[in-house]
């Protein structure tokens, strides 16, 4: 009865050390904080996560292919807002192209590109001639990259990204804000695993909090 015992105390004990722990709940504060004003969304009624990214941020480049891997994989309540950050002037050319590619209809089909260009062939996005001869390498008509590049219309986004910069509270880039409230980035969490964990986990949170709103004129959003 001895032997037996311990045989199956040993493979209890061998069974418990092949399950790994459940992982932890995103801890706030800790993992994600959330603003005392949020910020105003723009995606009707699905949940908005916005990306706060910069094209010179290595960070951001080096997330990116995970980044679409999840976005890729995101229900249809979900919705991805991409800002570029503006914590500075000289930002702002970089927030600039990826307005020009916006307003042009080209984002999604350039986004990774110009990434690419800037971190593997070394295009200098602060200069403005770079960046119009990268658009007509890519079969964009320049001129028109170029006036879209210095309309009213990009430089009102920029100003508008400045400001939802400082909303946001971020200090670096990449960063996240869930339905314009939850703010999280690798940064905080300490991985891209746990990055999209806590995001998920935020998702579900809003979700929830939407679904318990229906039905009760009132309450907030």
Not at 56 to 62: A, I, S, Y
Not at 86 to 109: I, S
Not at 138 to 150: D, E, I, K, L, V
Not at 161 to 181: C, H, K, N
Request: with cysteine; glycine share 6%; charged share 20%.
């Amino acid at each position: 009865m001895r032997l037996s015992h311990l045989f199956m105390t040993a493979c209890l004990l061998i069974i418990s050390l092949a399950i790994p722990p459940a992982s932890r709940a995103a801890e706030p504060g800790k993992d994600y904080v959330q603003l005392a004003v949020p910020l105003l969304t723009t995606s009707g009624n699905r949940i908005e996560v916005a990306e706060f990214f910069w094209y010179r941020c290595p960070h951001c480049f080096e997330l990116e292919p995970a980044l679409n891997d999840w976005i890729h994989g995101l229900p249809r309540d979900v919705a991805i807002r991409r800002i570029p950050a503006v914590l500075n002037e000289t930002w702002a050319p970089q927030a600039r192209a990826w307005y020009t590619l916006k307003l042009m209809g080209v984002a999604d089909k350039y986004h990774d590109d110009l990434f690419n260009a800037i971190h593997l062939d070394g295009l200098d996005s602060s200069s403005e001639l770079s960046l119009f001869a990268w658009a007509g390498r890519m079969g964009m008509n320049p001129q028109t990259f170029a006036n879209t590049y210095h309309s009213f219309a990009v430089q009102t986004k920029v100003t508008q990204a400045a400001q939802l910069t400082r909303d946001s509270q971020i200090t670096g880039v990449p960063s996240f804000v869930v339905d314009g409230r939850y703010v999280t980035s690798v940064a905080m969490t300490g991985s891209e695993q746990a990055l999209f964990k806590t995001l998920d986990e935020l998702i579900a949170r809003v979700r929830s909090q939407h679904a318990r709103s229906i039905g009760r004129p009132g309450d907030p959003r």
